[in-house]
């Protein structure tokens, strides 16, 4: 889209004022100051310089840009800002616009097209919003050279200006972050995909080996710890992944008896740590509505935090009781007391370890600090409570309380 020239545009902006005089203005009064919209046109080709003398300045990844790539769309995007200006607005459409929150256009709007062609040059988000901001901050001034922000009817301006800057600023975000989003999904998807196959022919070799007898159970021990190593770190990547990029983890709440589940996933921990003692204890009536794999997940996860920190010489413990609206269970284990400093520290991605009393970090050599991170998550998706309490004398309990009904 092409702005009108600078001449055409006055010229343009004097007939339809001529065509309304002020009401106080006297036959050889000047005609009244054009309203910002107009404003914007006449002085497109000044705003529209210094929108390129900044974008120049602007750090960013790829390589570096030819004039037509640093103005981009900012004369698009100027324009619609100028013709929302002399649009009529209800004070419901100036709070939601103001908000970023006006109607979506069933076309991409020029903002939104302007975020695909930064994000593809190498823009990260905050240096697209810097632009904005410089954009905002030059049309101010020089609207302010020009006598502008002096009346009540350029106050309106000034104020319409800005929702509609904010508005573009919100949908350029948007676009950035969806495209974002789903390439992240993607890459992360694939990378699954294309890892658990092979991963997979692994272990299935390796039994094949072990049943033809040219391999013995017990060489063929570490490759399939290996293998399962290797299969949570994918599943934690993921997790996290998806945490971070929809803001919340995914759970699918089914009705069913939680003790089942719990008591599933104590066996199979005890079968990986044969040589550890793990008590399971449960009283009460488990019936509720939640995800029963990530509340398997989000056990699996404490258990073995309880077993890589806890003292070797003292049981796990698991114990499971309910109210009349929660359903609650705990791990405990003795050992080194976790600082009070760290008890919000280790549920952030990718912490790992705790001091000990000789001040020497213990961590899983192969973990992406990312275990209890997710179970806090899980925790949250079920509108429950993971909280933990440490001391020398009592071990280390984790307990987690979840509601029985999926919350409003």
Not at 16 to 42: I, K, T
Not at 178 to 185: D, L
Not at 198 to 207: A, D, F, R, W
Request: charged content about 20%.
């Amino acid at each position: 889209m092409q702005l009108p020239p600078l001449r055409l545009a006055w010229s343009s902006a004097r007939r339809r004022l001529a065509a309304f005089p002020a009401a106080n203005a006297g036959p050889g009064d000047p005609p009244p100051r054009p309203r910002l919209g107009d404003f914007l046109r006449s002085h497109a080709a000044e705003i529209l310089a210094q929108w390129d003398e900044f974008a120049a300045t602007v750090r960013h990844q790829g390589p570096a840009l030819d004039a037509a790539s640093l103005r981009d769309h900012a004369a698009e995007i100027l324009s619609t800002i100028a013709t929302d200006l002399g649009q009529p607005q209800s004070a419901a459409q100036q709070d939601a616009k103001g908000k970023g929150k006006a109607p979506a256009d069933s076309h991409r709007t020029p903002a939104e097209t302007h975020a695909d062609f930064r994000r593809a040059a190498g823009f990260a988000v905050d240096a697209m919003i810097t632009e904005y901001r410089a954009l905002r901050a030059s049309v101010l001034k020089i609207w302010a050279k020009e006598g502008g922000g002096s009346t009540p009817q350029d106050l309106e301006d000034l104020t319409r200006f800005n929702e509609a800057v904010d508005q573009s600023i919100a949908e350029s975000v948007g676009r950035y972050t969806r495209h974002t989003r789903s390439s992240t999904e993607l890459f992360i998807g694939i990378l699954g995909h294309d890892i658990r196959n092979p991963l997979g022919t692994i272990v299935l070799s390796t039994e094949a080996l072990v049943r033809s007898g040219q391999l013995t159970r017990e060489a063929a021990t570490p490759i399939a710890n290996a293998a399962a190593r290797i299969k949570s770190i994918i599943e934690q990547t993921v997790d996290f992944t998806r945490a971070q990029t929809q803001g919340a983890m995914p759970v699918t709440r089914v009705p069913g008896n939680l003790a089942a589940q719990v008591a599933k996933v104590v066996q199979e921990t005890q079968v990986r740590f044969p040589a550890r003692t793990l008590d399971f204890q449960s009283s009460g009536q488990f019936d509720g509505c939640w995800d029963e794999g990530r509340i398997g997940q989000l056990l699996s996860n404490l258990l073995g935090n309880a077993f890589l920190y806890g003292s070797r010489e003292t049981a796990v413990t698991v114990k499971m009781w309910a109210t009349a609206d929660e359903v609650c269970f705990s791990v405990h284990n003795h050992g080194a007391a976790i600082p009070p400093q760290d008890r919000e520290r280790i549920f952030q991605p990718l912490e790992r370890g705790v001091q000990n009393t000789f001040g020497l970090e213990r961590r899983e050599p192969t973990g992406l600090g990312l275990g209890l991170y997710i179970c806090r998550e899980i925790v949250l998706a079920h509108g429950g409570r993971l909280e933990v309490d440490s001391s020398p004398a009592d071990g280390t309990t984790f307990t987690v309380a979840l509601p029985r009904a999926q919350p409003a």
